[in-house]
């Protein structure tokens, strides 16, 4: 029946064009830039102006149909958001034309409205209305919201005494209760301690359930199987895939793993750090060769490349690793206590200059999946300094047959290690 | 199931360059979040000030003293005999009214950036809104004039039912203004500067102070052209027994400025506020 059912949401075709300024130029014009700009323009007919078009999307067409829930994946400044606001109408697309069936609520921004100075009780009245619910609608499920937002106690303080958790609870719970036909999401999760965001998860499994149509964005690949059916991975502005949510993950995921292995900068200038460290390559080695593919028997080495920037400072140098979900699998820092070498530099005063640390992943550890690596490299003991965000690189574990002679379905897990077991006989005698 | 809910929703058609669609449906169906809005401001106007609505006095009262003093006690400027304090006071209604609105409105739309960036709603719905706060602060000035004339045992008649039409005049050229002003204010923020400038010029050049009888006859057309002078005159008039006279052809000229700068303005912030979002 689902098949025959018109889509909810059609788009065909979709696009949104900006045009860039020059850099120095502020976002708004002042009049006065106005009209020296076209006095300028008077003069220089002959040049036309120069300004650059940039598509932050492009080409985007896609069916939705009543109920379906649609990921929404890819890089930071893929257009993601600026899809779910051509589609909440926030903004106009360029070109292209999108239909829609049904009441579309968004939400792009846990709390919007709310008004710091107004009490929880007020911002609940005041966000669900901008949120488009109805008066009735909000008195009704009141009670509901409070409850959820744990906030009973606060109703009638300003929300600006209130904590971000508590914050970011209430203004989730009011747009949790929205009951429209659609409901485009942005990445809202991302926000609470651990617990509230599972609930907030198990909330919109909720909504998912009760045949609502979900257009959600998020970075945390896990929500995103979980939750959807459907995904459409966005490259640069360009549908990249759309399809099964799974397929678009692991392909979303894999994606980084077309950069050989070897991410490296040419210069401090252009290369990601801070005032301390500056990274100049992360690599991946396995069997002696840089790729991004490696053999689940091999032992894996990922190398990464640095300058010292400062004369005499300490340095501790770190790893995470993410599986294709963006869950951390593990950290792993130069510090001796976590070090099974002994790694001379490892917090000894340093000269400047170009350094590399080798960390080395044993053979038969990890699953065959996707995983991209984070960098940390910090000048205290105590702290770790992200480098450049989320996969400097990314690689992937390839199957050998190794550990699958015995049982040759997929391994479950993040990582496939292989133990010590052993087994005695303890008493041989018949029950 | 699915399929008998997508008949009766009406299909929504976004498309490149074909502005919004369904704009009076759309006002419509938004009308709650116009009156939130507007109590949003008002509590939040009354919430920080430790003398709350005492404020929306104090403001004109002072202007009141001060203009008293100035052009009937020292200027010895003609009010026909109408006690000075309530021949400002009278003029003050309208012109606090429309500086409040003008000025609120022209920075409604900045002043509300996260929910133009974050959320879909008829725009027209800010300037509008932001409004309501002055209109409730006009209330409260009226009773005050009411209490003062009585105090000067010089009550109304009834021609204080047409206040509601020069109010009525008095918000269109507001919002007018200030439909202009808050499309502007988000391209070039030159109007910021420009429209505290313009209020504080206009209370000179309006009629609030003085009657504006004290304007020669041959240049009162000239002078109606400041839509504020037909609206001023008309409070007047309605207020003091009719003994303000209106000037009748400027009342004519104020009023179809007054209708073209709402009619231009309306047009202008609907052709403008399809980019708003992107630019704001």
């Known amino acids: 029946m689902s098949s025959e059912t018109e889509p909810i949401i059609r788009a065909n075709g979709l696009g949104k064009k900006y045009l860039l300024r020059h850099q120095s130029r502020p976002r708004y014009e002042t009049l006065r830039d106005m009209l020296a700009g076209n006095a300028k323009r008077l003069l220089q007919k002959a040049t036309a102006p120069k300004r650059e078009e940039f598509w932050a999307l492009r080409d985007i067409s896609f069916e939705v149909k009543p109920g379906d829930k649609l990921g929404i994946i890819g890089r930071n400044g893929a257009g993601k958001t600026t899809l779910l606001k051509i589609l909440s109408r926030i903004t106009e697309p360029s070109e292209g034309r999108a239909e829609i069936r049904g009441r579309v609520a968004s939400l792009l921004e846990v709390g919007t409205g709310f008004h710091p100075e107004l009490t929880g009780r007020e911002n609940i009245f005041l966000n669900g209305a901008i949120l488009g619910m109805r008066r009735a609608e909000i008195r009704r499920k009141f009670d509901e919201i409070v409850a959820f937002a744990e906030v009973e106690k606060f109703l009638d303080t300003p929300v600006k005494r209130y904590s971000s958790g508590m914050y970011v609870r209430l203004a989730f719970s009011v747009a949790a209760h929205l009951e429209p036909e659609i409901l485009l999401i942005d990445e809202v999760l991302a926000v609470g301690d651990a617990e509230f965001q599972k609930k907030c998860l198990g909330k919109m499994g909720d909504v998912a359930k009760q045949g609502r149509t979900i257009l959600f964005i998020s970075h945390n690949m896990g929500a995103i199987a979980n939750l959807c059916s459907h995904a459409i991975w966005l490259d640069k502005g360009k549908m990249a895939f759309s399809g099964n949510s799974h397929e678009a993950i692991s392909k979303y995921v894999s994606q980084g793993a077309k950069s050989q292995g070897e991410m490296a900068w040419t210069d401090i200038e252009s290369s990601p750090g801070n005032e301390n460290v500056h990274i100049k390559a992360v690599r991946i080695r396995s069997a002696g060769e840089v790729s991004a593919n490696v053999l689940i028997d091999k032992e894996i080495e990922i190398e990464i490349d640095y300058w010292n920037l400062k004369q005499g400072q300490p340095l501790y140098v770190g790893i995470q690793l993410r599986d294709k979900l963006n869950s951390i699998v593990f950290v792993s820092v130069n510090w001796p206590s976590a070090n099974l070498l002994k790694d001379e530099w490892a917090g000894k005063p340093r000269p400047k200059g170009l350094y590399r640390s080798t960390c080395k992943i044993p053979a038969n550890f990890l699953n065959n999946e996707g995983y991209s690596v984070d960098v940390g490299i910090a000048n205290t003991r105590d702290e770790w300094q992200d480098i450049q965000g989320n996969g400097v690189i990314f690689f992937a574990v390839h199957e050998t047959g190794e550990m699958k002679k015995e049982y040759s379905k997929g391994w479950a897990g993040v990582v496939r290690p292989k133990f010590a077991w052993a087994t005695s006989l303890l008493d041989e005698d018949k029950l | ?280």
């Not at chain 2, 490149?16 to 006002?27: I, N, T």
């Not at chain 2, 037909?230 to 052809?249: H, N, P, Q, T, V």
Request: positive net charge.
């Open chain 2, 1 to 280: 199931m699915a399929a008998a809910s997508a008949r009766t929703t009406p299909l929504l058609i976004i498309e490149a360059g074909k502005g919004r669609r369904q704009f009076f449906r759309d006002l419509w169906n938004y009308r709650e979040l116009f009156l939130f809005l507007s109590w949003r401001d008002i509590l939040v106007r009354y919430k920080q000030a430790v003398l709350g609505m005492a404020w929306s006095l104090l403001r004109p009262l002072l202007t009141i003293a001060v203009f008293s003093l100035v052009f009937g006690r020292l200027a010895k400027l003609p009010s026909a005999g109408i006690p000075y304090p309530v021949l400002v006071f009278a003029a003050m209604l309208p012109w606090q009214l429309f500086a409040g609105a003008l000025g609120d409105s022209s920075n409604s739309l900045l002043g509300n950036t996260h929910l133009i960036s974050k959320i879909y709603f008829p725009r027209l719905i800010i300037p509008v809104s932001s409004v309501m706060v002055n209109l409730l602060d006009f209330l409260i000035s009226l009773a005050l004039l009411l209490v003062l004339m009585a105090g000067y045992g010089y009550l109304p008649d009834a021609r204080i039912l047409f206040v509601p039409i020069f109010l009525l005049l008095a918000l269109l050229l507001a919002l007018g203004c200030g439909f202009w002003f808050s499309a502007l204010n988000v391209k070039y923020r030159d109007f910021r500067y420009i429209v505290p400038f313009v209020v504080q010029f206009g209370l000179y050049i309006s009629p609030v102070g003085f009657s504006s009888a004290v304007i020669p006859e041959r240049w009162r057309l000239l002078y109606s052209l400041n839509p504020l002078v037909g609206i001023i005159d008309g409070f007047r008039w309605s207020l003091l027994r009719g003994k303000a006279e209106i000037y009748w052809a400027g009342f004519w000229l104020s009023l179809l400025l007054i209708l073209l700068v709402f009619a231009s303005g309306l047009i202008y912030f609907r052709r403008t506020e399809r980019y708003f979002a992107d630019v704001i």
